[in-house]
């Protein structure tokens, strides 16, 4: 409603989304490095283009500046993807590997509040601008250890049968795709349009979707999480921020308990069950009393199954797809998460322009985007978890 009266704050929201805009184009050039530079490659190239942006922020000199290097946090959104592909491949053979995921993918939550914490203790002392260039120098940091890390055994693999095959090898070339298990295709470069074969084509459609919904969701209960709960739980602002520095300390324990139930259960059950768990503990903390600990309780169960199976969602998705296109059709629909995002906000601006509460609003936009999600999960690919196999017909060359 504000960005009808072009208040500053309209001015904030309308870079915020042109620079999700941004980030969405870039970041679908992701799952081609992926593919064809490798895992280890690909980690190392996101955060050198991550510290670049956030790095080049401080230097930033109006909206349009702003803008544009914003946009290349893409490189840097998209890691968590190359991290799905490259642990998939690594603990293909391990027992609890999705539970050893899960601790990796913990470190999320846990590395947004420690930053919080850096950015509240430094703003004051060097501002906005050095701050970013602080963060930059974490993301080199970064960049620098995975130089260390060992290429994927399956990438490797892959790499090696496409050289045979480029050398007349082909019986040498089917022996070691054989050997590692890789689907036919594997010989050939891959594109976009290879994760929407007729084997795919559901597959990846129901999966965008799913985290499209999912992160309008997230924009709803997480990113405006203390502006919901002021205006539709008369939460006095101060607490809000308490609760919402509370609720996110346990969204650790949320991405280890999917990643640990999803190696029992299934990873796409457990992303199915999380997400209809978060929808119902999100509609009962919004038509529920406004006592403060009901919703503390009721916020921390809400991100607790709103972005704790992300922790079995993304270790599944690296499951679904053969190796050759594995970084493609994660990251295809992994960039759907910036359009949530902008879907989230919009809905729930539209819905309150509209006329309707922000508990209605919040009902329809957050709820339903839990809701909706779960349900697009259903119809993904059933994945062997034995086996690391999808059990539907295999994408061919």
Known sequence: ASCLVGSEMCIRDRVNTIAHVGIFIVALVVGTIIDRLGRKNALIVLMLGGAAAAGFTGLAAGAVSLIIIRSFSGFSMSEEVVNAVYLNEIYKKVKNRGLMYSIVQGGWPVGALLSAGLSAALLPVIGWRWSFVVAAVMALLVAVMASRLPESPTFAAIKEVRRRQDAGD???????????????????????????????????????????????????????????????????????LLILVLANAVGFAGYVFHGWLGDRIGRQKTVILGWFGGGAASLIMLLGPSSEVFIIIMYALTLFFLTGPYAALLYYMGESYPAHVRGMGTNVAHVMAPLGGIAGSGLLSLFLFMG???QTAAIITGTGGLVISALCMIGTRKVDQATGKATEKKVTA
């Open 170 to 240: 082909i019986e040498g070339a089917r022996a070691l795709a054989a050997e590692h298990d890789l689907e036919e295709g594997s010989q050939h470069k891959t594109g976009f349009k290879d994760v929407f074969t007729p084997e795919l084509r559901r597959h990846t459609t129901l999966l965008s979707l799913a985290w499209l919904f999912n992160w309008a969701a997230i924009q709803v209960f997480s990113v405006l999480g203390t502006t919901v709960l002021v205006e539709a739980k008369d939460v006095s602002f101060e607490n809000a």
């Open 356 to 358: 309707l509460g922000m």
